[in-house]
């Protein structure tokens, strides 16, 4: 801007001068309208709204403005279906896998007469329905609810099982870019689902903790709390699900955790939510006394998924006897534990640090 400026001011002010400056500046005022919209004044207001008909967005998470305002219009067709934010991060990442969130006019040898931004075949409705990004989103999420005891499934099974697509780990790899569009970085549905109950992301591949090189009960410089320990590998879940990957971003000291035994009071100061109810991503809690975990230093650990009779798979680290900084996965009863510490929202992340 300081350029146009120093041209503007050393210019005789020409008539076909003007005109190319009232161009320009034209241009300049719709792109900061855009910016405006998509990335709103930051205030400590949590809001929750669906996007307006046909957002445009501008270049985020290496998708451009017609790829984020079909995304945009996926968002408005899950939250006008009632669905929660996992559900809609879900259509996302799938329209991501099979079009890169273009409205595409042909399929593939596969589907030849697959169409859309889901590549929907003949059988999924009328063409014209198909290629319209919330006419096609709609017809998507219809079929998603359809899909039994999603909040138990990983996304890429639920994708699978509502697509019917031949592989179904095909759209792990677009995760964490749906996660981002949806519900960070400036997305517009952040802060959705006030509550806790979140967005579940990357629940990982079992023991994947990244910090098996450090000495068991020695601190972590990363997240404050001990290697190898229950809480350190809670938190590294707590970080996946928020889908924050920098080492720098992880550490646990603002919100104070401490042992395992105190961490629903520090997820009552920040404000986030501790149920009773179990939900697939959560931290289990075990307080002073419960015999699930130590008798004084309590125990955490997470939901990896929960049975259709609704027993709970729990993992974590550091369970004696035989596991003591080790990885484990038990099932439990859904009313063992003390309670469940819902994964906060991005924005909920972000206010509380």
């Known amino acids: 801007m300081r350029s146009l400026v120093a041209v503007v001011a050393g210019t005789a002010t020409s008539a076909p001068f003007l005109v190319g400056l009232v161009s320009v500046l034209s241009v300049v005022a719709v792109v900061a309208s855009i910016i405006a919209a998509i990335f709103p004044t930051v205030n400590n207001t949590v809001s929750c709204t669906a996007p307006p008909k046909n957002a445009v967005g501008v270049a985020f998470g290496g998708y451009g403005p017609e790829q984020l305002k079909n995304a945009s ?66 017809l998507f999420f219809d079929a998603l609810k359809r899909v039994d005891n999603r909040p138990s499934k990983q996304p890429t099974i639920v994708a699978h099982e509502t697509q019917r697509n031949a592989d179904p780990n095909h759209y792990t790899k677009f995760w964490d870019s749906a996660v981002a569009v949806v519900s960070g970085s400036g997305a517009s549905m952040a802060g959705c689902d006030l509550g806790g109950s979140g967005a579940p992301g990357d ?76 939900k697939v991503g959560a931290i289990i809690w075990y307080g002073i006394g419960n015999p699930g975990g130590h008798p004084v230093y309590g125990h955490v650990a997470v939901v990896k998924a929960i049975e259709s009779d609704g027993k709970v798979i729990e993992e974590g680290y550091n369970m004696a006897p035989d596991k003591l900084g080790a990885y484990y996965t038990r099932t439990i009863y859904p009313g063992a534990p003390s309670g469940y510490l819902l994964i906060p929202t991005p924005g909920q992340y972000a206010k509380a640090i």
């Open 203 to 278: 629940l990982g591949k079992g023991d994947d903790y990244p910090f098996n090189s450090g000495e068991y009960n020695a601190t972590n410089p990363v997240t404050g709390l001990a290697f190898k320990n229950c809480t350190d590998f809670a938190w590294w879940r707590l970080m996946q699900q928020l889908g924050i990957t920098d080492q720098a971003k992880m550490d646990a000291r603002p919100i104070g955790p401490g042992n395992g035994a105190t961490w629903a009071d520090a997820w009552k100061r920040a404000g986030w939510e501790v149920s009773k109810t179990p």
């Open 73 to 138: 219009e996926i968002i408005r067709a899950g939250k006008d279906a009632k669905l929660d934010t996992r559900d809609i991060t879900i259509g996302v990442m799938v329209a991501m896998g099979e079009s890169s969130l273009r409205i595409l006019a042909y399929g593939d040898a596969a589907g030849p007469d697959s169409r859309g931004l889901f590549q929907q075949r003949d059988s999924w409705g009328p063409l014209s329905v198909r290629m319209d990004a919330y006419g096609s989103a709609g």
